[in-house]
């Protein structure tokens, strides 16, 4: 059986001394917990994705990309370590020399870059070059998007996402790896601004996604979290017609981070859908593992 690649996953070690955790007062996942889940649900690898600005919802003390290889060390077998660095780092200016920073990480065995979770308007001077420094290193990018500023997190951007289509057009190496509500939510069409935030149900009716998926072939679908497998469970059949057109570009997740809330529908659906004859083990096998080796080269 055809075992998945997660994309997007997250966790801690524990520490020295105890780290406060933030309102939720829940601990994200050691690697032990973390691989327990990834058993259950036939995930032999995956990538540890860094928390590392302050409007972060996980953990108030943000991570350093040195821990999270400290984390991947722990079991090499089965983590992949991604980095993130916050483009308001090194006195928040846009001058700041992020190709020579993400070259240090990409020297050091560093896969990819996420997740992004700075509120800041995507199209800001600061973001913009801190994406020409992934193109020009090599970095894929997984942004969680954001509907707004302000009490919330992820980089900002407007209903129709074309602060995105700028930056896809701008840096056409960049792989850009959408996630989050603010993103999935644009499969279809939608009106006012609650399904930016939430999980819309019912029928799809093609939204932007698909087209900026056909206009930019450096635009790639993290299918983690609840918003991600929404968007392919909602309406089977365009999920079905969804993931054939783009079988090349989207990428099995979980977004596990605490060991109490894992969302685990996606792997039972895929499979289902697979032993149903409704998309076949070329596409399966792509969604699940394939895509990620070959992006990732892993």
């Given at each position: 059986m055809t075992q998945f690649i997660d994309i997007h996953a997250h966790g801690i070690l524990t520490p020295c001394c105890p780290v406060f955790e933030g309102p939720t007062g829940q601990p994200l996942c050691s690697p032990e917990e973390l691989i327990r889940w990834w058993d259950k649900l036939g995930v032999e690898k995956g990538c540890i994705l860094p928390e590392t600005a302050p409007e972060s919802p996980s953990i108030l003390n943000t991570q350093s990309n040195e821990e999270i290889m400290r984390f991947c060390k722990t079991h090499p077998d089965r983590f992949i370590p991604f980095c993130n660095v916050d483009p308001r780092n090194c006195f928040n200016d846009r001058t700041t020399p992020f190709t020579r920073i993400l070259t240090h990480y990409k020297e050091r065995g560093y896969k990819g870059i996420g997740e992004v979770t700075?509120?800041?308007?995507?199209?800001?001077?600061?973001v913009q070059a801190f994406f020409a420094g992934a193109e020009e290193v090599g970095f894929s990018v997984t942004p969680q998007l954001a509907p707004f500023m302000g009490e919330n997190y992820g980089l900002v951007d407007l209903p129709g996402l074309p602060g995105l289509e700028d930056t896809l057009k701008r840096f056409p190496k960049l792989k850009i790896f959408g996630h989050s509500q603010a993103f999935w939510c644009e499969i279809g069409t939608y009106e006012g601004q609650e399904p930016r935030f939430s999980y819309p149900t019912g029928p799809v009716t093609e939204g932007r996604i698909p087209q900026l998926m056909?206009?930019?072939?450096?635009?790639?679908?993290?299918?983690?979290?609840?918003?991600?497998?929404?968007?392919?469970?909602?309406?089977?059949?365009?999920?079905?017609?969804?993931?054939?057109?783009?079988?090349?570009?989207?990428?099995?997740?979980?977004?596990?981070?605490?060991?109490?809330?894992?969302?685990?529908?996606?792997p039972g659906y895929l499979r289902s859908l697979l032993e149903e004859g409704a998309i076949s083990q070329v596409v399966f096998d792509k969604i699940a593992r394939g895509n990620a080796e070959r992006l990732l080269e892993i």
């Open positions: 700075c509120n800041l308007p995507i199209l800001d001077d600061r056909r206009k930019y072939p450096n635009l790639y679908g993290d299918l983690s979290a609840s918003s991600g497998a929404n968007a392919l469970m909602r309406d089977r059949e365009y999920g079905i017609k969804f993931m054939n057109e783009f079988q090349d570009r989207l990428l099995f997740g979980l977004d596990i981070a605490r060991p109490h809330e894992v969302r685990s529908k996606l």
